[in-house]
């Protein structure tokens, strides 16, 4: 399973959440005492189930890359929560679930982080974006044709900067400023009425290889490659790891591998 991961080399699992009782009970079995309570506080029965299929499928994904017996494996929380595995391994990962997918990306040495939501067409996203975001980020979300064209952008740069946030071990606040736009989105976003070929060109260059990120306050230091992650319709998701160079992505991989 680590034939493909090192310091540029980053795996991405696709996890379904949506499985059986008797899969959910298994997986139940491996979560640590932990997790597990965790699991149990969830209100309601889909988010428990939710919960428990993302942390025990993270939970194998980490023990067939390190080549461990699942008893064997510890995490730990770093800082803002961020969760790493205990001890001296050079292996990163990160974890996020949306509605009934979830997404873990693993690699060596570089932090990294990975974010995916829901698109909710109807969400207004234009007072937060004018609030929160840079100009930049803000013109392009209103140049959108419309309010199912603005909610895309607006989760687009929204995955973007909780991807950052994630492999930096921030928090949300801070990513907030990050400006995420690619050249070609920068370019629609100059023009408050770009025409529709120039947002397509944009809407194209977002699969395009990482852009790099950098956090002008300070505040998230360093440099970040960024890029979209394939997902299913209804969904997007973002990619970021530490450095200048662009990370060379392996999957989308299947639990259904393990």
Not at 194 to 220: K, L, N, T, Y
Request: proline share 6%; glycine share 8%.
């Amino acid at each position: 399973m680590t034939d493909d991961i090192d310091s540029l080399g980053v795996q991405v699992w696709t996890v379904p959440l949506d499985r059986p009782p008797a899969t959910v009970a298994a997986l139940y079995r491996i979560l640590s005492e932990r997790e597990a309570e965790r699991g149990d506080r969830c209100r309601f029965e889909n988010d428990r189930r939710r919960f428990i299929v993302a942390h025990g499928a993270l939970r194998l994904i980490l023990a067939g890359c390190l080549d461990v017996p699942l008893e064997e494996l510890r995490l730990e929380r770093g800082r803002h929560g961020k969760p790493r595995l205990a001890g001296s391994s050079d292996l990163r990962f990160s974890l996020s679930h949306s509605g009934e997918l979830a997404l873990v990306a693993v690699t060596r040495q570089r932090e990294v982080g990975v974010d995916v939501d829901r698109l909710r067409p109807g969400l207004p996203v234009e007072p937060f974006v004018q609030r929160f975001f840079p100009a930049s980020d803000a013109r392009f979300v209103a140049a959108a044709a419309g309010p199912t064209e603005r909610a895309e952008r607006f989760l687009r740069l929204w995955t973007r900067k909780e991807a950052v946030v994630k492999a930096a071990g921030a928090r949300l606040v801070q990513g907030l400023g990050l400006t995420v736009l690619t050249d070609a989105e920068s370019d629609a976003a100059s023009d408050a009425d770009a025409e529709s070929d120039a947002a397509s060109d944009a809407d194209a260059d977002a699969d395009a290889d990482a852009d790099v990120v950098r956090d002008p306050s300070g505040r998230i230091p360093g440099a970040w490659a960024v890029r979209d992650l394939p997902v299913p319709d209804g969904c997007l998701a973002a990619l970021a790891v530490a450095g200048a160079v662009a990370p060379r992505v392996s999957g989308p991989h299947s639990v259904d591998e393990l």
